[in-house]
């Protein structure tokens, strides 16, 4: 049976022994046995052999050479994975030292040689049970081990989890009860007793009736409906404790027939945060739709809703609002609100000396919160306040002062006139609440009529501006337009002839006159600009055009000085939209400033830039003048103010120039800068915004302008001025209008008008009796005299916007012949727009007029018109080839330099059309040198003249190719 048990077990033997005959026979002996063997001559060998597969039993001899068995056995026991390893000796010593020595070193064993078979697996099977047995017990004791930790591990979580749950219990609010339904008595005493009874009190044993007093029927009731139904029951309740109520959540459980568990939390602090939130809810509600009346409707109405709500939810008799006045030397209920149990007091406190309430009034300077919760209860300095409040049957007060940047304007307040009442913090804190509110609305109240106020009386003394700008205007140029006319007839020698001298002195007062009137206009234009009255009128302006226009009006004066003057505009820069008069102001007026500071042989010039990223364009006006300092710049662009006194005796001006300039400019949206050296010069530059137009080509038709013919039988003028009735008739005479009627009273021109007919109406606005806008209204109001031509003329600038006018001109006095003669055009077009049809092409010539420059254009056209001929104009060479194919003119006068297709191209593609070849061409051109005329007559055109072009001799070139109309 050991055998078999060995054998099944297979245990594996390591024999360590230099003689191999001793080796042989143990292998064999124990290989026969079922054991696993192996064997090894030497010491060291059988350590590595033991380390590298621990065997389950070692036979080692002891006498080896290099390292005998002791020395093997010490190194065995001493490694970790070999220490374990039962050894038996192997000896032929069979002394007893040996033996001792043997098993001191760790052996289990010692056999003696010569071997005896039974002896050797006797001791070899003994070892190795008891090797497996130290092996089951080990296993047995690592088993218990880990039981005894798992176990000790159950207990600390048994202990913990005790000692949680009493904590939780301990800790605990809820109440929980056992109770008996039989005799109402209590099983278990309540986690939580001290609420109920005094500490050591005896609970067990008391009944449902003694616990929960007065309540005792409704729980009695709770817990027998619970047991009928076996199922738990939740309901709330309260309790009176301590003279406080208190809320509880029960579940009632059954635990048996008769018995029942009963489990009750406080929720005393839900239902106080429950209703904290209502009463949050309610007053911001209150607050929220005050505010609202604030912003939705007029200060009474919404003081009065305040006042409303605030009394009816403080539950008091009387709400209100007190306003301090004159200083806060007086004090005025201005709003009030009554319940049903009080009588209004608004009539009694007004203009109520505050020393009326001194205590309360010193209060509210500082600032603080008067509350009166009885008035018996005033303190004696408040003496007089409670002799007052007494009067008034207030029994209880709150004030809250009203204060606007840190002032006491007022207070909003409550009281009761019946009872005593203490206002608790959150109605304190809603009345504090509502007072900014009130204080602010008040505050914005009195600020808009403040605002109201100024306004009124900014548009009052606006309205004495423009009256008075008016009246200047007509008191400056009424006199003005005499002056200027009655020089300009007496200079033609209307009534006689002159001296050389007489010349000379009325050149003097024209030209004295013209000074004073572009200082009038420049105060006006700069008043208007003020007053915000000016607007601009925006349109496709050519740069080049404006240019040389605004060089023109000084190039008198530089030639006196011989001033160089130039211009330096780059090409194909086209058109901007701007005002052009208004730049054309600001142009000249930088020139005339820089051609005046300018000593004599400088330099002045005008140089534009266009930069398309920017969608700027900038005028450069340079000199190369006296230049400015650096600290006086600023003064420059000031109304009224020029450089010191020594400049202004030496160089003539009002110090407005530069002011206007800036004006317009930024009326534009642009900008003026300077740059100056004193000795060397300045640079004023102009930017404006580039806004450019594409321009369509019109209807040919629509770009066709026809001459006009002053045929007027009969002129109705009135006109209070002799001087000017005399002026405008002078001008019509020289126009070959004969018959003319001057009325000099606003009142009867309708009548007069019927009476005469006339063809046109010259109104000045200024007359004596009666508005010129009123005269004009009945002529327009009459049927017979509605369609009558109209030309308005007046010192005060045409308003912005003149309504329905219908055919009506308007005309700034002074004014030219010229300015007179073209509103005359104006006029006529617009009538036969409405009235008569336009000429034929068959009885009036048409001629072309390509040309970009609108200063030209205008020259031209103007003149050509008075001639007899129908005019068009393109303003660059692919119209003009265009409208020559769509209007096939009589004629076309050409200029040469055109932006997009110059001149030259435009002629040569017109003589290339079959249809047009033959269309007579006049080349305009500024060029003049050699060469040039015969380019032009090269490319097709009849006839050459050089700009600038006589007119008359434009007239004689026509001519040559088309009769006069």
Known sequence: MNNQFIAIEKA?????????????????????????????????????????????LILLDIMMPEMDGFEVCQQLKAGETT?????????????????????????VDYITKPFHVEEVLA???????????????????????????ERQVLEKRLRDSEMEMRGFFEAMSDIVLFINEEDNSLKIAPTNPDRFYPPDTDILGQTIELFSGDKAEIF?????????????????????LENRQIWFIASIAPTSENTVVWVARDISDRYLAEAAQK?????????????????????????????????????????????????????????????????????????????TFPWM????????????????????????????????????????????????????????????????????NLLKLVGEIVAIGLARNDAEIERQQAAAAAFAASQAKSEFLANMSHELRTPLTAILGLSEVLREETFGPLTAKQHQKLATIEQSGQHLLELINDVLDLSKIEAGKMELQLAPTDISGLCNASLAFVRQQAHQKRIQLTCQVPPQIGKIEIDERRMRQVLINLLSNSVKFTPEGGEVWLEVQADREREIVQFSVVDTGIGIAPQDIHKLFRPFVQLEGALNR?????????????????????????????????????????????????????????????????????????????????????LGVKNYTIHSLGTGTTEAALQLNP?????????????????????????????????????????????????CEYLVKPFSRHQFQLALRKLIAKRDATDNPKPTAATTPLILLAEDSETTIYTIVEYLELKGYRMATAVNGIQAVQMTKQLKPDLVLMDIQMPEMDGLEATRQIRADGEIAATPIIALTALALPGDREKCLEAGANEYLTKPVSLPKLTEAIAHFLPAS
């Open 279 to 355: 009463r949050r809810g309610t007053m911001d509600n209150l607050l929220l739709n005050i505010s609202r009346a604030f912003l939705d409707q007029d200060i009474d109405t919404a003081i009065d809703f305040t006042l409303s709500k605030i009394g009816e939810y403080t539950g008091s008799d009387r709400s209100y609002i007190i306003r301090f006045c004159d200083q806060q030397k007086y004090l005025s209920m201005t709003h009030e609100w009554c319940a049903k149990t009080a009588d209004p007091q608004t009539e009694l406190l007004q203009e109520i000396p505050v020393e």
């Open 759 to 807: 063809d046109a109406i010259i109104l000045d606005l200024q007359l004596p009796d009666r508005s010129g806008w009123d005269v004009l209204a009945q002529l327009r109001s009459e049927q017979r005299t509605q369609h009558i031509p109209i030309l308005i003329v007046s010192v005060v600038d045409k308003p912005a916007r003149t309504g329905d006018l219908g055919v």
């Open 123 to 149: 001791r070899v099977e003994n070892q190795l049970r008891l090797r497996s047995l130290q092996k089951q017990l080990l296993e047995q004791n690592t088993i218990l081990q880990k039981e005894i930790r």
């Open 12 to 56: 594996n033997i390591l024999i360590v022994d230099d003689t191999l005959e001793n080796l042989r026979l143990l292998s064999n002996m124990l290989t026969q046995e079922g054991y696993k063997v192996r064997g090894v001559p030497k010491g060291q060998k059988a350590i590595a052999t033991a380390q590298l597969a621990p065997p389950d």
């Open 83 to 107: 220490r374990d390893i039962p050894v038996i000796f192997l000896s032929a010593l069979n002394d007893t030292l040996d033996k001792i020595k043997a098993f001191s070193i760790g052996g």
């Open 220 to 240: 009695n009731s709770k817990i027998k409906q619970t047991l009928e139904i076996q199922q738990p029951i939740n309901f709330e309740y309260s309790l009176e």
């Open 650 to 734: 030496r160089y003539a001006g009002t110090g407005l120039g530069l002011a206007l300039v800036r004006q317009v400019v930024e009326l534009h949206g642009g900008s003026v800068c300077l740059e100056s050296e004193v000795g060397k010069g300045s640079r004023f530059t102009v930017s404006v915004p580039w806004r450019q137009k594409s321009e369509a080509i019109p209807h040919p038709e629509s770009c066709i302008s026809y001459p006009y013919c002053f045929n007027f039988n009969q002129v109705l003028i009135v006109e209070d001025s002799a001087p000017a009735a005399e002026q405008v008739a002078h001008y019509l005479l020289e």
């Open 361 to 428: 009034y010193e209060q509210l300077l500082l600032g603080k919160t008067v509350m009166i919760s009885d008035v018996d209860n005033l303190p004696p300095e408040a003496v007089a306040d409670k002799t007052a409040l007494t009067c008034l049957s207030i029994r209880s007060l709150i004030n809250i002062p009203l204060l606007h940047r840190n002032q006491l304007v007022g207070c909003i307040g409550l009281v009761t006139v019946h009872i005593a009442k203490q206002w608790n913090a959150e109605e304190i």
